[in-house]
């Protein structure tokens, strides 16, 4: 039987099945969210996360540069930090490359990381040079919680298999503006040349170099969200996996997810399908109950980020079908599949 | 120009440089050590490594079994984190895996891993699994110091850094066993078919299943030892790493270096060399004063390790010579190149 009989996701579950139960202390969360998280001593809180990109499967250097390469890998890593509520702090880098690829390239590759980690306050701290086969990139960044000591609360994280019937569903940021810019350069191999157009500018800008919602995220776990995980795979499929660990469903009301105005003056109504399923927009999706969603959004205003945006609801699940449904403009509800990416 | 004319160290070295000095506060050890280290609150020391293996690069499929490789893949960075004196504690695996790759195959890889983990009470806490061109597999380590506490020094570990004149350089173990395995599945592919007999299959086994020196690395800070590394990379290779960072030069005695019996029973004289140059033994070198390393030895041997033997001593550089010379049976100081496998 091969991997891809399993799915992406089937093939996790199982790795982590064989793996069996963590044996370490401290441990409170291991493979199925954002990220791990442990605490190291009483008081600290440690989180960690790893990502692998490869030439050719998460990226191509012929729509992406190696300094747009370089930014993505660590804002992906990053992204998965603010999506725990978590300050990221240090990066490993391990680096595969052929022999004869160009000095300049990787220098290059190194700027536009060093530029991302210095917008974070996130020091590449070590990691590894290797020779491989194509361009590959995994990084692992650690992270720690800003909110142990003032809250008190053990576990002041954003977590996915917390949501709860009733929570209002609630977004960061518009969608669909990563999809849209990398529809551009797929489609419009003349949209490079047409760089200068403020609006291709700015969708292709959110897709090479997108900025993860670090200060957001440790913002909502300040005031009390405990539900959370960031756009990466698509706002159904991100939805879909905090929908499946916390045992609920969910119900999104399609007029009010927020459309990345760039896509939507290119791309019409296009843009939508583009903010339901499109992935790589690294805002956040959170879950809390309403008044917890008012104090997040109001926090956020408050230090000159923009106010959640709900977008929907939590309900019961009732099995036996797709875990999140559309509310139309015309009021019916449409069961979804989650779509997103898999690699399997 | 392309990354091979600098070597892997050089390379290393341009994008340290280009990463510019890290800002996170409580860094101790960036870029440049078997792992980071930091302090993320005060009485706390993380460690962490990260390393990439590539297939057909830092592994063959046809020597090496699934099992073997997720083994191998962990036990590297195990031996990382023991070549610091910490405690592994969490491991984060970024997967790489053609769509076509058999389901028991990977099963292998991760039992592989999982008996390396439970074996040295790690536990897999997360990280990504990726379509690639190739079986890849990036681990990252996180672990802690013992000794923080025990002894309020603020650095308890051991460093590259740390050498002084006229310490003693002491390994923890017979070398030269990996390479004679390694040997031994290269230039007779009927190896396999004689495992049974008792000699061959130590030897494959010490290629196949290393075994990180976890114990020895904390007891050694325990003890006072503050300089080490392990062989990863040969004796030589290694050693001269730490004369590099230090800014001293090594006199190691070669009669007095501990040549795997096993090798030594199937290769004769070139065992030596194996001992020398080979990599992958995951013994520790470390240097300290003579009374450190006695004080060491005796911990060593109390809590049923052996003994640590010393092989020679830091001197002065000179500089305009290669840091380490070896003292032949006849007393010639003979310089060496240090050998050991470079990427680039």
Redesign the interface.
């Known amino acids: ?6 799915g ?1 996701f089937g ?2 579950d ?2 982590a099945t ?3 139960q ?3 202390p401290g ?1 409170l ?3 199925g ?1 954002d ?2 998280a ?1 605490t ?2 009483p ?2 809180l ?1 989180v ?7 030439e ?3 990226f191509e250097l012929s729509t992406a540069s190696w300094g747009d390469v370089g930014w993505k890998a660590l804002a992906a890593n990053l992204s998965d930090i603010a999506a725990m509520g978590c300050r990221p ?2 990066a ?6 052929s ?6 390239d ?2 290059q590759l ?2 536009g ?2 530029e991302c ?2 917008a974070f ?14 361009l ?1 990139l ?1 990084v ?1 960044v ?1 992270g ?1 919680s800003l909110a142990l000591n003032e809250t008190g609360s053990v576990r002041p994280l954003l977590e996915r298999s917390t949501a709860h019937v009733d929570d209002a569903i609630a977004v960061t940021g518009p969608l669909g503006g990563s999809a849209a810019g990398l529809h551009l350069l797929r489609s419009e191999p003349e949209a490079r040349a047409r760089e200068g157009t403020v609006a291709t500018d700015v969708l292709l800008s959110v897709h090479r170099r997108p900025v993860p919602r670090v200060a957001a995220g440790t913002m909502l776990v300040e005031a009390g969200v405990r539900c959370g995980i960031d756009v990466s795979d698509g706002l159904l499929a991100d939805l879909g996996h905090v929908c499946e660990r916390s045992g609920v469903e969910a119900v999104v009301d399609t007029a009010r997810v927020p459309v990345h105005r760039g896509a939507t003056a290119r791309f019409g109504e296009s843009a939508v399908e583009m903010a339901l399923t499109g992935g790589e927009d690294y805002e956040l999706i959170c879950t809390a109950p309403d008044h917890v969603v008012g104090r997040a959004s109001a926090l956020l205003a408050e230090r000159g980020e923009s106010p959640l945006v709900v977008i929907g609801s939590i309900v019961p699940a009732a099995g036996n079908r797709p875990p999140i449904r559309l509310r139309t403009e015309t009021g019916d509800l449409l069961p979804v599949n989650r779509g997103g990416y898999q ?2």
Chains 1, 2 share one sequence.
Not at 48 to 54: E, F, G, K, P
Not at 92 to 97: H, I, K, Q, R, Y
Not at 99 to 104: T, Y
């Open positions: 039987m091969a991997v891809s009989s399993l992406e093939l996790i199982r790795l064989l793996l069996g963590p044996r370490t441990l969360l291991g493979i969210d990220a791990a442990w190291p001593t008081g600290t440690t960690a996360t790893s990502d692998a990109l490869v050719g499967v998460h702090r240090y490993l880098v391990a680096l595969g490359l022999g004869s690829c160009a000095l300049d990787v220098d190194y700027r990381m060093a980690a210095a306050q996130c020091s590449v701290v070590g990691g590894d040079v290797v020779r491989a086969p194509c590959m995994q692992t650690v720690d690699h399997f």
